[in-house]
């Protein structure tokens, strides 16, 4: 197996449940119709996703102790698929939520060890390629929105289009599972001496600090996801026009991660960090304080710049924090990340209710200064292979 081989194997690992993910949302209005569903119907089978995504996140570590993560990514898979198939052809709400349930399950199993597939093929090679394998993640969900609208377009339903991304995932899985790494027990999965199960208190200074970071970011770029389109609209753009700016802002984080390892050979991880903070801080605010509205579309599409390094770089140091293994820092960090995504955009439009969206967002730039002040604790050495700063 060939090193070329190997980083493409896991590329693809990355783009699956992307794809899977975009899948779901970008046809979630049509199974609304489907299953003749309100908006609060809707928003508890998202909740069941979002919750069975976190359980299966904490219960990542001890199926990593019992199976490689190889497997457990093979197994994901085809339950993700599954998951999927149900819930885009529910005629209900009992039979959207079981779909949600068993989707959020194994996506949440699916995102958790891709990371760690990611953070142990980096460790093994001395390499980075983390914001390479991130990239495919985001190329996995531009394709899954072309999708989505390719068959809408031509009047096809959610289940068609699910069957044509399950068809997609099912071939490249065939031709790359004899590629891909990970067939055996990491040595490092379990420390000798470290619990199944470890209390807040017990983790480590710097696994918490890149929760929180983590947890900012993905906040960050959910709040912006979510709310980006909604704005313009308020602003005065064309509805149809608004709905292009999330696939800008994505197309914007798969260009940036393509080359991010690159220069990650050749700065510090800090220095990479803290810049595309200051690129996100300067993007979102010509956003959301410039009347012109094609300025606002530059505005997003820097904060997409700005941000595309970050999650990448803060998953390879997760699964490198002394003490515990890179399984549990891993699942950990995801676990923070998740919490930030389903908790601060709804919070997002709690707070524009009682005052505007302009002022919700701007709590973004918190967010953004939190990830700054953390960043100098990212350092690298110039062989590529991160170290954490400790004192």
């Not at 399950?105 to 142990?120: C, H, K, P, Q």
């Not at 031709?175 to 027990?185: I, L």
Request: proline residues 4%.
């Amino acid at each position: 197996m060939t090193y070329t081989a190997a980083r493409r194997a896991c590329a693809w690992v990355f783009f699956c449940p992307g794809l899977a993910y975009g899948l779901f949302t970008s046809r979630l209005p049509a199974v609304k119709l489907q299953a003749n569903l309100d908006e609060a119907e809707i928003g508890m089978a998202l909740l069941a996703l979002g919750g069975s995504c976190l359980v299966m996140l904490m219960m990542l570590p001890k199926l990593l102790s019992r199976w490689s993560v190889k497997e457990v990514i093979l197994g994901a898979l085809i339950g993700l698929a599954m998951g999927l198939l149900i819930a885009m052809s529910a005629q209900n709400l009992v039979w959207l939520v079981m779909g949600c349930i068993i989707t959020g399950l194994t996506i949440g199993l699916t995102d958790g060890a891709m990371n760690v597939l990611g953070e142990r093929f980096e460790r093994e090679t001395g390499k980075p390629t983390m914001s390479y394998f991130h990239a495919f993640y985001s190329m996995g969900a531009v394709t899954a929105s072309v999708l989505g609208f390719t068959v809408a377009a031509l009047s096809g339903g959610p289940s068609l289009n699910t069957a044509i991304g399950i068809a997609a995932m099912s071939l490249l899985m065939m031709t790359q599972v004899k590629a891909m790494p990970g067939g055996d027990r990491d040595p490092q999965a379990q420390p000798k001496g470290q619990k199944d199960k470890l209390r807040l208190s017990e983790l480590p200074m710097m696994l918490l600090v890149l929760g929180l970071m983590t947890t900012c970011a993905y906040a960050s770029e959910g709040a912006v996801g979510e709310w980006s389109a909604l704005y313009l609209v308020e602003q005065g753009a064309p509805e149809s026009w608004a709905a292009l700016v999330y696939g800008c802002f994505s197309v914007a984080v798969t260009m940036v991660r393509l080359v991010v390892d690159k220069i990650r050979m050749l700065l510090q991880d800090s220095v990479i960090v803290f810049t595309g903070m200051v690129i996100a801080a300067s993007g979102l605010g010509l956003a959301l304080y410039t009347e012109s509205i094609l300025l606002s579309y530059v505005g997003f599409l820097l904060f997409g710049f700005g941000f595309a390094p970050v999650s990448p770089i803060l998953f390879s140091y997760a699964g490198r924090v002394p003490g515990i293994s890179s399984s549990h820092g891993v699942s950990i960090v995801a676990l923070f990340s998740y919490s930030g995504l389903l908790i601060i955009p709804p919070c997002i439009g709690t707070l524009a209710k009682a005052t505007n969206l302009s002022t919700a967002l701007s709590v973004v730039f918190v967010l953004i200064a939190i990830i700054g002040i953390g960043s100098r604790l990212l350092k690298r050495q110039a062989s590529g292979e991160p170290k954490v700063w400790t004192n």
